[in-house]
């Protein structure tokens, strides 16, 4: 009897559970694939030659850009089904499915009278066949590269979640001549290598240039009158000034806050190296650290609280995070080896330093609080890393030593925080120091309306 | 002595003719054992892997392409697997092309997506690829397709004769890595790893894509967080991008009909 009732018991709690489950099914996906997306980019359509010319340009600079992020794969315009100049209103999706594009890219293109390109684009998602970004941008006709990056920053930005970079400018130090008498100079590119210029002769020599995060300003290290002092330097203008007054005989290692209302660096006085802060506007100085040991190279966090800075307090050189005010200093970085030049990520999630172990260098990030340590890069000397204004991709220098007494070559480098898509920048000489422009603003694009 | 003589010339003689007379043989004879094993073995394998074997379905991809390969241990594949039973006629109708012209509503042929990589990590870091360059995933639904064959024949034994049974999971697998092959997952992205997506899946009895959506709780965050919008929106183009779930049993449509899909790239982060 109570046998049957257990079986009975049993038998209404095997339907009672299965019942549920024939209902729906649910599927875990817990992996995919890391590829770049297919992207088809078409030239902007215009009515001349000169226009469609124009229009092509563009799309070449769009696709460059994309590409070099590595998270995109613009597609061969040749096998392209439906040619700019037939998609209408709406593409014709299939076609765009067929030579398997995720993304398509189309635009317009006039140049008006006044020297002006009146550009239009827009982003469509082939799959779900839906329109998903665009705008009208109205800029002088010699800024079409830009117009190009502003494209490019919004279909990034839109498929990826993240902000672009494209519109960005590049400062480093051009090296050139023998190592014994050699020569740097201040050159500034945009961020594909276009627009390259000198900023100074060289003939004082020039380290570790920082840009303004919310100005086109940079600041930067120089000999200029026989000591190593920081200057702070408007681009376009071309003037430079002395930062601070500071009793120290030596500043090095500039940076500015993220508001750029301030500038944190290192002053060496009677041998000590300790980290100051230097308020722009009011020029109140504060020192930050008290310690026999070498405390260098600061860095501020992305909200301005913090800063991060290597010190050799432990016996060696490590990274340290301490409150923007100089309490609560704290050791993060615990690996083998040296770590230095600590920069922490504009997007506030990773800092980037430069780690020795051996005689081999590496580029690597942490999270701020010293966890998920993971190296991108490696060499015989890799140095000076630089975030995209985004903080998705890195960029620093390279130092490949020459054979035989030649000169080594030095480049600069990029590559993503997941550790892809290293590649390297083409500069016209070798180049170190690299740092990362933030975002320029839009309305620098010239008059006109700026229809988002 | 002569005798023994005689005796050891008339066995190396014997000797010599059996090598002489066997060895061929025995060289003959191998090659065709090999042959033998390999036509058996294959056609189980097929049967087997078809639905959740990743490997097996890029594999073959190359093939058609190139000319029939040579005596490798491939044998030819077997013209429709065995899974798909009684499938219903045709059906091929083209997925979401409503709103276009009449003209491309030829049934297209799907572009096959180049052989990848096998994926292990969104995120790579050089020190962890020096001492071991490739860690052994912990997790892995490649090898497990190959491995517990009699797993798999109970999971098929009651197919055909139980219409009630739940989904088997070598069907359940079959689904998730159609899907997962399609999947572009956005690494790098801040905060990757926390970003859970839910979608409701609705399919038509051919395998096709009816309907697909995020689930209404999931798009909330989507209006507030670019990030999870981007991740949100690589999920649904995922199934899109797969437009026909294949080797279903179509007398089970009523369960695989609705599917909730949940993308948890958790994994990918470890």
């Known amino acids: 009897m109570t046998g049957r009732v257990i079986g009975l018991v049993f038998g209404l709690f095997a339907v009672a559970t299965t019942a549920p489950a024939v209902a729906q099914i649910e599927i875990d996906i817990t992996r995919g694939q890391v590829e770049p997306v297919p992207i088809a980019v078409t030239g902007l359509v215009g009515g001349t030659g000169p226009e469609r010319q124009l229009g092509a340009d563009i799309a070449a600079v769009v696709s460059g850009d994309l590409d070099s992020s590595g998270l995109f794969r613009p597609l061969d315009p040749r096998s392209f089904l439906q040619k700019p100049n037939q998609i209408g209103v709406v593409p014709r999706f299939g076609d765009w499915r067929q030579i398997n594009a995720q993304a398509l890219v189309t635009g317009k293109l006039s140049v008006g009278g006044d020297g002006f390109v009146d550009a239009e684009f827009r982003l469509w998602d082939v799959f779900s066949e839906q329109y998903l970004i665009g705008f009208r941008l109205r800029a002088p006709r010699n800024k079409w590269r830009r117009v190009a990056h502003l494209i490019a920053d919004a279909a990034y930005q839109r498929i990826t979640g993240e902000e672009g970079y494209f519109d960005t400018r ?43 995060p919310t100005l086109q300003e940079i600041t930067y290290l120089s000999y200029l009158d026989g000591h190593p002092r920081v200057y702070i330097r408007n681009i376009d203008t071309g003037q430079q000034e002395i930062l601070g007054k500071f009793r120290g005989n030596m500043t090095i290692a500039p940076r500015f806050s993220p508001g750029g209302n301030k500038v944190v660096m290192s002053v060496t006085l009677d041998g000590n190296t300790e980290i100051h802060e230097l308020d722009l506007r009011t020029g109140v100085q504060l020192q930050l650290t008290r310690h026999p040991a070498i405390d260098t190279a600061p860095s501020y966090s992305a909200d301005g609280k913090r800063v991060t800075f290597e010190s050799d307090r432990s016996g060696t050189q490590q990274v340290y995070v301490m409150n923007a005010d ?30 020795s172990r051996g005689s081999v260098f590496y580029i690597g990030v942490m999270r701020p609080d010293g966890n998920d340590e993971r190296l991108l890069s490696t060499g015989f000397l890799v140095e000076g890393p630089t975030w995209a204004p985004n903080g998705r991709v890195l960029m620093f220098f390279r130092d490949q030593p020459g054979g035989g007494g030649r000169n080594g070559r030095v480049r600069l480098v990029s590559v993503d925080i997941t550790g892809r898509n290293e590649r390297e920048i083409v500069t016209p000489t070798d180049a170190s120091d690299p740092a990362w422009s933030p975002l320029i603003p839009r309305k620098a694009l010239g008059s006109g309306p700026d229809v988002r | ?109 799907k572009p096959m997506p180049p052989a990848r990589l096998d994926f292990e990590s969104a995120l790579q870091s050089l020190e962890k690829m020096e001492p071991a360059p490739r860690v052994p995933e912990p997790e892995t639904e490649t090898t497990s397709a190959a491995a517990d064959p009699i797993d798999q024949l109970l999971a098929e034994a009651d197919t055909p004769y139980r219409l009630d049974t739940p989904l088997s999971q070598t069907e359940v697998d079959a689904i998730r890595s159609q899907i997962q092959r399609n999947w572009n997952v956005p690494a790098g992205a801040r905060d990757a790893h926390e970003m859970r997506v839910t979608l409701r899946l609705r399919l038509r009895r051919d395998g096709t894509i009816e309907h697909v959506e995020v689930d209404e709780r999931d798009r909330v965050r989507m209006q507030s967080d670019p990030f999870y919008r981007t991740m949100a929106e690589s999920a649904e183009r995922a199934v899109r991008k797969t437009e ?17 899909l949940t993308f948890d790239p958790r994994e990918m982060y470890g």
């Open chain 2, 1 to 109: 002595m002569q005798r023994a003589m005689v005796i050891s010339v008339l066995l190396h003689l014997a000797v010599i003719t059996l090598v002489y007379v066997g060895a061929p043989h025995l060289f003959e004879n191998s090659p065709l054992q090999e042959a033998v094993t390999t036509a058996t073995f294959v056609p189980i394998a097929e049967a087997r892997n078809l639905p959740n074997a990743l490997p097996v379905a890029e594999a073959r991809e190359p093939e058609p392409s190139e000319a029939p390969p040579p005596q490798v241990e491939d044998t030819p594949p077997p013209p429709p697997p065995e899974v798909a039973e009684p499938e219903p006629p045709p059906a091929p109708a083209p997925v979401e092309v409503t709103a276009l012209p009449a003209e491309i509503q030829r049934p297209r042929p």
């Open chain 1, 170 to 212: 590049i400062v480093y130090v051009a090296e050139t001549g023998p190592t014994e008498a050699r020569i740097k100079r201040l050159a500034i590119m945009d961020q594909d290598g276009a627009n390259h210029r000198f900023l100074t002769d060289g003939r004082h020599l020039v380290l570790t240039p920082r840009f303004s």
């Open chain 1, 326 to 355: 100089g309490s609560g200093v704290k050791r993060i970085s615990f690996g083998k080896g040296r770590y230095a030049t600590p920069v922490w990520s504009p997007r506030g999630d990773w800092i980037a330093f430069t780690k």
């Open chain 2, 244 to 260: 026909q779930i294949q080797y279903l049993s179509p007398e089970k449509y009523e369960q695989w009909r609705d599917i909730k």
